[in-house]
């Protein structure tokens, strides 16, 4: 799997979701991620037909 950040948004700009698929929020200070770092994903276009429960907070 891959995580592409989208670059600096100001608030409101809600343009560049249609593309994405889950959000990571960190605290303002943090600057980068490391390779491998293990991070929680909020997922965003979940599949709600399912048969199956999915965790709203994925580990990746």
Do not use: C, W, Y
């Amino acid at each position: 799997e891959s995580f592409e950040p989208l670059k600096n948004q100001k608030p409101g700009m809600v343009s560049p979701l249609d593309k994405a698929d889950g959000m990571i929020v960190t605290a303002p200070e943090v600057d980068t991620l490391n390779k491998h770092q293990e991070v929680k994903m909020i997922p965003i276009k979940l599949n709600t037909e399912r048969d199956t429960k999915e965790d709203f907070l994925i580990r990746m």
